[in-house]
């Protein structure tokens, strides 16, 4: 039997990898039932068997590390970051890429704590930012083309330092 990786087999023919892997039927139409699976189907892979409570598992989810193939991740306009995570998108700055004076954003370093939502670029005229709360004494809501156009815009180098204040390190744990 010929051995192939995860993604290769799901480009080849989605609907007949789920079946072979999960014994059920994906809806051919939708990318959501196929990326459901395709982290429980990596799982399966690595363990050799089923998993149980299959089907409570987070839909979209696809463990770089079980997920390997001879494509690597990469992250448009960020090449060259090392991928921790893909879903949600994390990746660090290698150090041979922090020898600029002032780091390129191509090479500024991801965290992300959710899945970014999948935006087009004509959604971008829609977005505003909405200022309101128990302190705010005038609720307002300004769209993005204003906030370009209408205020002074400002350039600063900043830096960003982690001080290695990680939670996992809190006495006593914090919580969250």
């Not at 429980?40 to 068997?49: A, F, H, Q, R």
């Not at 922090?98 to 829609?126: A, C, Q, V, W």
Request: glycine fraction near 10%; aromatic fraction near 8%; proline fraction near 8%.
């Amino acid at each position: 039997m010929k051995k192939i990786g995860i993604h290769k087999l799901y480009s080849q023919n989605p609907i007949e990898a789920d079946r072979l892997l999960w014994n059920r039927e994906t809806d051919p139409v939708s990318r959501r039932g196929f990326l459901g699976n395709v982290g429980l189907i990596s799982m399966s892979t690595v363990l050799g068997g089923t998993i149980p409570f299959a089907k409570y598992m987070p839909q979209g989810l696809i463990p770089a590390a079980l997920a390997q193939s001879e494509t690597n991740f990469e992250i448009p306009g960020k090449e060259g970051l090392v991928i921790l995570n893909d879903r949600p998108i994390n990746a660090e700055t290698p150090a041979y890429l922090l020898d600029d004076n002032i780091t390129p954003t191509k090479h500024l370093f991801i965290r992300n704590n959710g899945i970014p939502p999948d935006i087009s670029e004509s959604d971008y005229e829609n977005w505003g930012l909405q200022i309101e709360g128990e302190s705010c004494s005038r609720p307002q809501t300004i769209q993005l083309n204003e906030l370009k156009t209408q205020f002074k815009h400002h350039t600063y180098q900043l830096q960003i330092e982690c001080g290695g204040n990680g939670r996992s390190e809190f006495y006593p744990p914090a919580r969250g």
